[in-house]
């Protein structure tokens, strides 16, 4: 991690390369039976099955947990989850709950949320409300894409 000192003593934290490269191998896991799997660069025809049951072209899978990167308690993470997931049903998105996973289980899982039906702009907007270096975002018919969210 980079640490980038502003005023008033605030640190914000970007990502370095390392951990966007964990990012983009990352498993963006959809609670179900059978689990949907997300990954980037990587089209899944049952992700773009749920799209279209829902009557929706796009969706973001969005975490609130350790804004970033920092880790924190998992009461924290359970509450930034649980505002994240009220917000989003409040804008009308259907929200289906998860987890990122590291393929090789280096680190815990991070509660996360697929946000069905949000732009790419609300997605990121909403990614960096929750101080998030990224977010992944999809479109019906494509692979899922990892999106940095740069200040």
């Not at 920092?70 to 359970?78: I, K, L, V």
């Not at 049903?89 to 590291?102: F, M, N, Q, S, W």
Request: some cysteine.
């Amino acid at each position: 991690m980079i640490e980038s000192h502003i005023g008033w003593g605030a640190t914000i934290v970007t990502a370095t390369p390392e951990l966007i490269a964990a990012y983009e191998k990352a498993l963006y896991v959809v609670f179900g039976k059978p689990e949907l799997v997300l990954r980037i660069g990587r089209q899944n025809p049952d992700l773009d099955e749920l799209l279209e049951a829902e009557g929706a072209a796009t969706a973001a899978y969005i975490t609130a947990a350790n804004p970033r990167g920092e880790a924190r308690t998992a009461w924290q993470n359970e509450i930034a989850n649980a505002a994240l997931v009220e917000l989003q049903t409040k804008a009308g998105h259907p929200c289906y709950e998860g987890e990122g996973r590291d393929p090789k289980e280096r680190w815990t899982p991070e509660r996360s949320v697929l946000v069905i039906g949000i732009s790419r702009s609300d997605a990121e907007a909403v990614g960096r409300a929750f101080e998030q270096n990224a977010i992944v975002f999809v479109e019906k018919g494509r692979a899922p894409e990892l999106v940095v969210l740069k200040d």
